[in-house]
T-cell receptor
Framework: DAGVTQSPTHLIKTRGQQVTLRCSPKSGHDTVSWYQQALGQGPQFIFQ???????QRGNFPDRFSGHQFPNYSSELNVNALLLGDSALYLC?????????????????FGPGTRLTVT | KNEVEQSPQNLTAQEGEFITINCSYS?????LHWLQQHPGGGIVSLFMLSSGKKKHGRLIATINIQEKHSSLHITASHPRDSAVYICAVRPMNYGGSQGNLIFGKGTKLSVKP
C-alpha cells in the first residue's frame, strides 16, 4: 500500500498564476482533506471532499477550489496566486463515510507539496 | 488565543532523556491526535485518542478530557526522535469552518547525541 501520495513535490509559480495540486488517498479511504501549512505554523484546514462533493470548508477564499474524482483522488486548485499562498499543502485521507455515523477515523497524511509563489 | 496551545515551542534534550510535550485546548473534542513532522514536511500520525492513555514503543500519550489537556511522552529519547510534534483536535461540533482538525503550532524537538 503506497499510502497517501501527492504531486508535485515542489512547485514554483508567479503571482497571478493558477496551480493544481493532486492527491491520491490511501487504499480503502473515501475522504480527502486539504490543509495549508505556512512556515512555522500548524496546518490550517482548507476543505474536505467526500463522494465527489465538498463537505466542509475552512476560512479560505473562493480562489481555493477542489475536486474529487470517482476513484477518490482529489485536486486542489488555487487561482490568482498571491505571495501569501506560499506554503506546504498537505492532503490527508480517511475512511470517514457518512458524517452522521458518529464515528471518526484516523487521518493519514501525504508528504505535502511545497508551493512557492514569487 | 489559539484553540490549541502547545508547550514548549522548542525543546532540546540529551539522548536518553525523558521528554514531555504538553497540549491544551479550549473546545469540546471528540478526539485528539499527536502527529510527527520531519523536515521536508511529511506528517505521520502517532496517536489518536479520546480518553486515557496509549503506548507505542517509547511513546506514550495521555489525555484528560475534563482538564482539556494531553501530554506526549518520549522515553529514552534518541536523535532520530528529532522532529516537530503537533497536537490536533477534532471539535465536538464536527462541521463548519472549524473543519475536522484544529492544529497546534507544534513543538520542535531536537535530541543531541
Amino acid at each position: 500500500d503506497a499510502g497517501v501520495t501527492q504531486s508535485p513535490t515542489h512547485l514554483i509559480k508567479t503571482r497571478g498564476q493558477q496551480v493544481t495540486l493532486r492527491c491520491s488517498p490511501k487504499s480503502g479511504h473515501d475522504t480527502v482533506s486539504w490543509y495549508q501549512q505556512a512556515l512555522g505554523q500548524g496546518p490550517q484546514f482548507i476543505f474536505q471532499y467526500y463522494e465527489e462533493e465538498e463537505r466542509q470548508r475552512g476560512n479560505f477564499p473562493d480562489r481555493f477550489s477542489g475536486h474529487q474524482f470517482p476513484n477518490y483522488s482529489s485536486e486542489l486548485n488555487v487561482n490568482a496566486l498571491l505571495l501569501g499562498d506560499s506554503a506546504l499543502y498537505l492532503c490527508a485521507s480517511s475512511e470517514e463515510g457518512s458524517r452522521t455515523s458518529g464515528r471518526f477515523y484516523e487521518q493519514y497524511f501525504g508528504p505535502g507539496t511545497r508551493l512557492t509563489v514569487t | 488565543k489559539n484553540e490549541v496551545e502547545q508547550s514548549p515551542q522548542n525543546l532540546t534534550a540529551q539522548e536518553g532523556e525523558f521528554i514531555t510535550i504538553n497540549c491544551s485546548y479550549s473546545v469540546g473534542i471528540s478526539a485528539l491526535h499527536w502527529l510527527q513532522q520531519h523536515p521536508g514536511g511529511g506528517i505521520v500520525s502517532l496517536f489518536m485518542l479520546s480518553s486515557g492513555k496509549k503506548k507505542h514503543g517509547r511513546l506514550i500519550a495521555t489525555i484528560n478530557i475534563q482538564e482539556k489537556h494531553s501530554s506526549l511522552h518520549i522515553t529514552a529519547s534518541h536523535p532520530r526522535d528529532s522532529a516537530v510534534y503537533i497536537c490536533a483536535v477534532r471539535p465536538m461540533n464536527y462541521g463548519g469552518s472549524q473543519g475536522n482538525l484544529i492544529f497546534g503550532k507544534g513543538t520542535k524537538l531536537s535530541v543531541k547525541p
